[in-house]
């Protein structure tokens, strides 16, 4: 299986449809009026389509087994054709598509089985994907113009040479992944005043101003001193986020004190100093984190 434990749950929708063809009219005559010697057609193709679902990840190795919120069948007729339309819908971290072809297909199925002994000329035509909502392409800010950020690593013993920084060079992997131009990539000591006056400085030409270190509960982190005084708004979501998504794999992420606001049009965010801290407030937040620069440039949600 693809490994999806990095991923947020969003809303996933999927709509998927089937096509049977029958030979003559009276298959038709005899759907619409119920009279098919095995059963009422409609209603046991839908619960199979409906079971289908459920077990998509029990038929394609591949799949991930989700919670299933939704699922409805309906059918449109048009003289020898019969359209399935199946719609399913989750809430999770992986799509629903594959279960959505899935129901299709099984209803198209269980209607040839149902209708053959009346009709021996049957034919099941295209399955195919309609629409899919919900995923990382539904979140994409391909209409945002290319930003800039800065990455600033907060550390003594990284900026005095005796570590090396992997956390930061995570985020400005992160970041160019989702076309982010890195404008600056500074080192400083853990003080407050150095952490203070890069964010004054950068926030003039950067649209974006990560640091990462300085978050936790020692002595010498002062990151989020150094920030919240000059920070205008603050976005209480952001930081939620990245708690939330860290809890769920970390319970040290409780202890973490992330830090998320703008200065003018600059987004500030101080994220953990650890390297998996760092990745996962990244994975917790982006793509969807870009679409603040749409409302700071005055378009709305």
């Known amino acids: 299986m693809v490994d999806i434990t990095h991923k947020i749950k969003t809303l996933r929708t999927a709509t998927a449809h089937a096509v049977v063809k029958v030979s003559k009219p009276e298959t038709i005559d005899a759907l619409k009026r119920n009279t098919v010697p095995k059963g009422n057609v409609f209603e046991m193709a839908k619960t199979a389509g409906l079971f289908a679902v459920k077990n998509t990840h029990t ?138 006056n890069q964010a004054l400085h950068l926030c003039k030409s950067s649209n974006l101003i990560i640091f990462t270190g300085g978050t936790g509960l020692s002595f010498r982190d002062v ?28 319970p040290y992420a409780m202890l973490s004190r992330s830090v998320a606001g703008t200065i003018g049009n600059c987004l500030i965010l101080a994220l953990p100093g650890s390297t998996n801290g760092a990745k996962e407030s990244m994975d917790a937040v982006f793509p969807h984190l870009l679409h603040v620069f749409k409302i700071l440039r005055g378009q709305q949600h």
């Open 223 to 250: 990151t989020p001193e150094a920030l919240e005084p000059i920070l205008e708004r603050r976005i209480p979501g952001i930081e939620e986020a990245i708690r939330s998504y860290g809890q769920d794999r970390m």
């Open 59 to 196: 038929v394609i190795p591949d799949c991930h087994p989700l919670p299933i919120e939704f699922t409805s069948v309906d059918y449109t007729i048009k003289d020898l054709t019969i359209t399935i339309h199946f719609n399913v819908k989750t809430i999770y971290k992986t799509g629903v598509e594959v279960e959505a072809m899935h129901g299709a297909s099984v209803v198209a199925l269980t209607m040839y089985d149902m209708l053959k002994p009346i009709d021996k000329q049957i034919e099941i035509g295209t399955i195919k994907l309609i629409e899919k909502k919900g995923g990382k392409s539904s979140f994409n800010s391909k209409t945002i113009s290319r930003l800039k950020a800065s990455v600033i690593v907060c550390s003594d013993t990284i900026s005095q040479g005796k570590k090396e920084d992997f956390a930061g060079k995570a985020i400005i992997e992160k970041l160019e992944s989702n076309n982010v131009q890195i404008e600056h990539y500074n080192i400083i000591p853990d003080e407050i005043e150095d952490i203070r």
